[in-house]
Every structure is written in C-alpha cells, then in structure tokens.
C-alpha cells in the first residue's frame, strides 16, 4: 500500500522568504513521487515529478524538491516566495511500475504569502 | 479540445435527487480519472478508465456512485440519490496511457452542493 502525509495543512511565510512545504511518503516498491498545485477555482497542476535518475528535480516556477529514499521524504522548497505562490499544494505518490493506474494524493498545504 | 473540460461547473441539487456530471478529456487521452476533493481534505480516487473499460472502482464510495465511458472519449459520473456528504468538488483527469498516469492533466471540476 502507499501513503503520502503533509505536515502542515496551512503554511504561512513573508514575501521574499524560503518556502518548504514537507511531505513523507510509505510505499513497499519503488515509487514516483508529484507535486501538484491548485490556484483557486482551478484544477490541479502538475509542478514536478520524480521518476527515475536525479533525486533533485527542478520544477515550474522556480519550485524544486528532493526524493530522499533514506528519510522517505519529498520536500517542495523555493528559495524566494511570490505573492502569486498562494495556492494549495498536494503530494502524491504513484507506483513506479507499467500497471500504475492511481495517483494517491496527500491532504495538501494551504500556502499564504504575507506582504 | 486543448485541455480537459468538465461541466457543469456548479451543480446545487435538492438530497435524494439524482445527478450527472460530465468529463471531456484531451484529445486522444486513453485514460481517464475521477477524483473526489472534499472540503479541507486531499483527493480521494474514485475511478478510472482505461479506453471504456474501468479496470479499477475500488475508490466508489457506494453503489450510488456509477460512471461510464463511451467512445474512448467523454466520461459521465451518476450519483444516484444524493446526500449531503455527497457535496464536494469532483475532479477528472485523463492521462495519454494507463502507463502513464503520472502524467495526468486535469479539468477545473464541478462543485456538487447537495441541500
């Protein structure tokens, strides 16, 4: 079975500071680990995922995370926040296998920005 | 079309009344997804569709939740004889191959608000 837990289901931070939005992740295979963002009244956006090859995988807008396989850990950061960053964010992980057919999505961080 | 489209975007509707909500997904998408996204909680899956066949209802949440695919192309999703915690914002997503189901893009949703 997979799992993937968000610490912190609302995360404020200055303008301009180090955003870090963390997610652990259970899984008994391989996996392939997401980060999507929902603007509001929006759908889901895909910001950038983990296959294979580099743990550290860059995204859009300037959002990066690293797959630590030793800590289970997938955590969204960005160096510099923008007020237009304020969103929903949501984990997920998926089986690394052809068969995949899921996507098990974490409960998801309410991201503010503050002036 | 150039992205996934669902309708209606807003669906109030009286409990112990029956509704549909429809999915259009990207052209030539063979997999199909719907989501559930109730308030302050993550995506719950409830069923995909790999061309018109659904290989996987485990996320159902009762027999009062049924969808159907038709053409490979357009999804419905039937809730029989709403409730009130039926009420929630339902997501579909469509990916170019089961196989690929990391890669899913998808609709804005339809907010269900059952009275």
């Known amino acids: 079975a997979q799992s993937v837990t968000q610490l912190g289901s609302h995360v404020s931070v200055s303008e301009g500071a180090l955003v870090l939005l963390r997610c652990n992740y259970s899984?008994?295979?391989?996996?392939?680990l997401f980060w999507y963002v929902q603007y509001p009244n929006q759908g889901l956006q895909l910001l950038l995922k983990?296959?294979?090859?580099?743990?550290l995988v860059k995204g859009i807008n300037g959002f990066e995370a690293e797959f630590k396989k030793s800590e289970t850990s997938f955590h969204l950061t960005k160096p510099s926040a923008h007020m237009s960053d304020a969103a929903e964010y949501f984990c997920?992980?998926?089986?690394?296998?052809?068969?995949?057919?899921?996507?098990?999505f974490g409960s998801g961080t309410r991201l503010s920005i503050r002036p | 079309g150039a992205g996934v489209s669902q309708s209606p975007s807003n669906k109030v509707t009286e409990k112990g009344k029956d509704v549909e909500l429809r999915c259009d997904p990207i052209?030539?998408?063979?997999?199909l997804y719907w989501y559930r996204q109730s308030l302050g909680q993550g995506l719950e899956f409830l069923i995909y569709?790999?061309?018109?066949?659904?290989?996987?209802k485990s996320g159902l949440p009762s027999d009062r939740f049924s969808a159907e695919r038709t053409g490979g192309s357009v999804s419905t999703l039937t809730i029989q004889r709403t409730q009130q915690e039926d009420s929630a914002v339902y997501l579909c997503?469509?990916?170019?191959?089961?196989?690929?189901?990391?890669?899913?893009?998808f609709g804005p949703g339809t907010r269900l608000t059952v009275t």
């Open positions: 983990y296959t294979t090859g580099a743990t």
């Open positions: 997920a992980v998926t089986k690394q296998t052809s068969s995949a057919s899921k996507i098990i």
């Open positions: 997503a469509s990916s170019l191959r089961q196989q690929y189901a990391y890669e899913q893009y």
């Open positions: 569709f790999q061309g018109n066949s659904a290989p996987d």
């Open positions: 052209s030539g998408h063979t997999a």
């Open positions: 899984s008994s295979v391989p996996p392939y």
